[in-house]
């Protein structure tokens, strides 16, 4: 079991630990209704140092990431971000991410913590074009500072106005007493705020500091539990839920990723599909009733029939309602659709809904 640099102070604070994605990961400190209260409304910080980070440098660098990943990168100047995905030959996923522009000739690629062997050697398979790669995730601690406080708990800490970075671009300067710190206007909350990337060394003084400075605006670390809610409550998709090796970008709603203006893995086939339309798609859904759908449940018709899987489900603390997502039959997958979750041999009545469900 992995450690980050930060786990000894999540233990400190008396963090609910567990195992995930092989590292040993606060899960809850006070509870995850409210932690994610405190990120919708204030600011909060989850250690996300699980994740993976790959620099890829040269002169054929973009041309590989053109080549493994669904989306334009050619689009991005410098100091932008782009989500996008891996995909592989059978027609599903490797992996998604998250593609930083640092210049030309330079990128980092931000990959799943349970997926960084997979994507080393995934795009290394396919790097036939020279292109120097280097897997510094054992290196970076990555600190995701959410929450519509953020610019304010965090702006004494920096010379660089947080304020002007735009939503998907980052910049690279001084935070908390460190150079070559990248401050992104990333995340994963729908709630607004920055992700840090920092060397492990750097990792405890910078969290240090932004709790101090933060200590006026109410902030308060967050464990991966009320990550998990507040992703849901945006529709966001989870690898290894909503996606995975098996499931197609199209499927799962994420054709504005994959572009057709370029030729990338499984493109012809994905564009096929695409074209041809699909069997099921990838829905969001509230339950008309109270419950809870999880991960797993079936999703039938009024007559009881097999039309789906749940993917994802919890009850939304900002909503007060039962939420998921999961992959149903195009035909029963419209907006306003009725369907039942099968919980313990009970159909309960769901409807199909436009994502996101929290609307801020």
């Not at 959410?146 to 004494?156: D, I, R, T, Y």
Request: glycine residues 8%; proline residues 3%.
């Amino acid at each position: 079991m992995k450690n980050t640099a930060l786990t000894h102070i999540h233990e400190a604070l008396g963090a609910k630990m567990l195992p995930f994605a092989g590292y040993n990961m606060p899960i809850t400190y006070e509870g995850v209704n409210a932690e994610h209260e405190t990120v919708r409304t204030a600011v909060g910080v989850f250690d996300v140092s699980h994740m993976g980070e790959f620099f890829l440098s040269g002169p054929n660098a973009l041309a590989l990431i053109q080549k493994v990943t669904s989306n334009d990168a050619a689009v991005l100047t410098d100091g932008r971000v782009q989500y996008s995905c891996l995909p592989n030959n059978e027609g599903g996923i490797v992996d998604d991410l998250l593609v930083y522009k640092i210049k030309d000739e330079e990128y980092l690629l931000v990959v799943n913590a349970s997926n960084i062997e997979k994507d080393w050697n995934w795009i290394a398979s396919q790097n036939d074009l020279g292109v120097e790669m280097v897997n510094r995730s054992d290196d970076y601690s990555l600190l995701a500072i959410q929450g519509p406080k953020a610019v304010e708990a965090l702006q004494s800490l920096t010379s660089v106005d947080l304020a002007s970075i735009k939503y998907y671009h980052f910049t690279i300067g001084n935070f908390a007493g460190f150079d070559n710190v990248i401050i992104s206007a990333t995340g994963y909350t729908g709630a607004g705020g920055f992700e840090i990337y920092c060397k492990n060394d750097q990792a405890e003084a910078i969290w240090n500091k932004v709790f101090e400075a933060g200590a006026p605006f109410g902030i308060q670390p967050i464990g991966l539990a009320a990550r998990d809610t507040l992703r849901l409550e945006m529709g966001f998709c989870l690898y290894g839920n909503d996606i995975n090796d098996s499931t197609s970008p199209i499927e799962a709603g994420l054709g504005w990723i994959t572009k057709f203006n370029k030729e990338f893995t499984n493109s012809a086939n994905l564009k096929a599909q695409k074209e041809a339309g699909v069997s099921r798609k990838l829905i969001g859904f509230e339950m008309q009733e109270k419950a809870i759908p999880r991960h797993d449940y079936e999703i039938v018709d009024a007559n009881g029939n097999n039309i789906g899987i749940v993917t994802s489900g919890t009850m939304a603390p900002s909503l007060n309602k039962g939420i998921g997502m999961g992959y149903v039959t195009t035909e029963n997958s419209a907006v306003d659709s009725e369907i039942f979750i099968r919980i313990r041999k009970k159909d309960v009545a769901a409807k199909v809904v436009k994502m996101p469900f929290y609307k801020n």
